[in-house]
């Protein structure tokens, strides 16, 4: 393949087409090749002259390395994530793979398009409990101790943040959730309510709002988005909210 290659890292958004950016979609339009997690290149219009390359969740490093190869040699690479390609995704490891690769990679063209991440895309169905101070928490011990994330929660909870968490349970870690929920109720002696937002913006959406005394483990899977209000948020009619000020 002759030509300048690019990579472009690019976030497809929560799920629907609509919240795809034009930018992103542009990106897609002038791909050679689409790299990223199964489920995310299905999202991914199939076209004549674009190749696909779906593979499994794990391999993050490889995927990397792959499409800064490709890049390399010409292709015009777009590694898709969902959401927001720097949220708990793929743009990181691109330039860890960067790090650890040949010189030449750090003058490659690469680019990263935003994308609609799943907290704002929840907050927003939801109403506006993001409004105040806020942290974004992963839950998935994958990547880190577990003891790590019970000292984020526990110093989140203390300075009264609303806390958004990501990868809240999966069948592989179901006790980490529960764990969660136990560390909150101790950390927040009230009934703020809490968020479960699952598979926001796609024909499977389900939101749920529940005080967090009454929050329980099988309320969030892999598809949910959890936020927990800061001792501020509440309901104003069907909307939750966080007001603009604090004490
Ligand atoms: N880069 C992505 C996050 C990847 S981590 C982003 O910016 O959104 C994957 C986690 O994101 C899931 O476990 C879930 O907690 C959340 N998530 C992704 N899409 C979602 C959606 N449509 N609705 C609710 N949560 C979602």
Known sequence: MSGAG????????????????????????????????????????PRAGLRLHPTDNRVELDRAAH??????????VVVVSSGDPGV????????????GGPPQWRDLDVRVLPGITAMLAAAARAGAPLGHDFCAIN????????????????????????MAFYNPRSKSRPEGFARTLDVLRQECADARPVLFARAVTTPDEEL??????????EMADMRTMVIVGSSQTRMVGRWLYTPRSAG
Do not use: C, H
Request: glycine share 6%; charged share 20%; no cysteine.
């Open 139 to 162: 839950l998935s011990d994958n990547l880190k101790p577990w003891a790590l994330i019970e000292r984020r929660l526990r110093l989140a909870a203390q300075a009264d943040f609303a």
């Open 6 to 45: 690019w990579v472009a890292i690019a976030g497809l958004g929560p799920g629907d087409d609509a919240l795809v950016t034009p930018q992103v979609a542009d990106a897609l339009a002038q791909a050679t090749d689409v790299i990223g997690y199964i489920p995310y290149v299905a999202r991914v219009a």
């Open 88 to 99: 708990f995704a793929m743009a990181s490891a691109v330039f860890e793979a960067v790090e």
């Open 208 to 217: 749920r709002v529940v005080p967090l005394t009454d929050a329980r483990p």
């Open 67 to 76: 499409a800064l190869q490709l890049a390399a040699e010409g292709a015009r």
